[in-house]
């Protein structure tokens, strides 16, 4: 028989969970203070620790010692995220098409499947809908893909466009020294 026991009971058995994250120091805003979760279990099972900022290891430092053991450094966030920077997009482009190509169709079967959102209409507080200068009723695209009402491929090509004239080393530059999800870059 298997004994499932709940996060609460096992921390309580064995001590709390230490989970590590990888946050660089520098970066010491986005470190969460447990206490301050709103789920009781998290903040009696689990103990966050941040051993970069402890260690007192920024992105830099992070990227130097991973080349000194002859380590490949991989950029430090997903590769299909509302957040990328266009020079972000343009990395994808590059060097992993077919995870780009793969994004662009889940977008468009978003769109597809919420069509019928793109153009609602905008009503008052009472319900009744908005007329614009003209006279016409007023109505707004809800239906948003990656970067809102442009759609990823449009965005891709401005990209392509905007960052032509920069060699692969220099977009994979920027790509590992910057994070959207991160405070830091060198």
Same mark, same amino acid.
């Given at each position: 028989?298997?004994?499932?026991?709940?996060?609460?009971?096992?921390?309580?058995?064995?001590?709390?969970?230490?989970?590590?994250?990888?946050?660089?120091?520098?970066?010491? /805003?986005?470190? @969460?203070?447990?206490?301050?979760?709103?789920?009781?279990? %998290?903040?009696?099972?689990?103990?966050?620790?941040?051993?970069?900022?402890?260690?007192?290891?920024?992105?830099?430092?992070?990227?130097?010692?991973?080349? @000194?053991?002859?380590?490949?450094?991989?950029?430090?966030?997903? /590769?299909?995220?509302?957040?990328?920077?266009?020079?972000?997009?343009?990395?994808?482009?590059?060097?992993?098409?077919? =995870?780009?190509?793969?994004?662009?169709?889940?977008?468009?079967?978003?769109?597809?499947?919420?069509?019928?959102? @793109?153009?609602?209409?905008?009503? =008052? =507080?009472?319900?009744?809908?908005?007329?614009?200068?003209?006279?016409?009723?007023?109505?707004?695209?809800?239906?948003?893909?990656?970067?809102?009402?442009?759609?990823?491929?449009?965005?891709?090509?401005?990209?392509?466009?905007?960052?032509?004239?920069?060699?692969?080393?220099?977009?994979?530059?920027?790509? %590992?020294?910057?994070?959207?999800?991160?405070?830091?870059?060198?």
């Amino acid at each position: 028989m298997i004994n499932i026991i709940g996060e609460r009971q096992f921390a309580a058995m064995h001590g709390k969970i230490q989970m590590m994250l990888g946050i660089a120091a520098g970066e010491e /805003k986005r470190a @969460s203070d447990p206490s301050q979760n709103p789920n009781r279990w %998290y903040r009696e099972s689990i103990e966050t620790i941040y051993p970069l900022i402890d260690l007192g290891m920024d992105r830099a430092a992070c990227q130097e010692l991973l080349h @000194s053991k002859e380590m490949h450094v991989i950029p430090s966030n997903c /590769k299909a995220c509302p957040f990328l920077s266009l020079e972000e997009l343009e990395y994808l482009r590059r060097f992993f098409p077919a =995870d780009l190509d793969d994004w662009v169709e889940l977008e468009a079967a978003k769109l597809e499947k919420h069509s019928h959102k @793109s153009e609602v209409v905008v009503t =008052d =507080d009472a319900g009744d809908p908005k007329l614009d200068r003209k006279g016409n009723i007023k109505v707004k695209n809800q239906n948003y893909g990656v970067f809102g009402v442009t759609p990823l491929p449009v965005k891709i090509k401005e990209t392509k466009e905007a960052f032509c004239e920069w060699s692969d080393e220099e977009i994979a530059h920027y790509r %590992y020294s910057h994070g959207h999800c991160v405070a830091t870059a060198y």
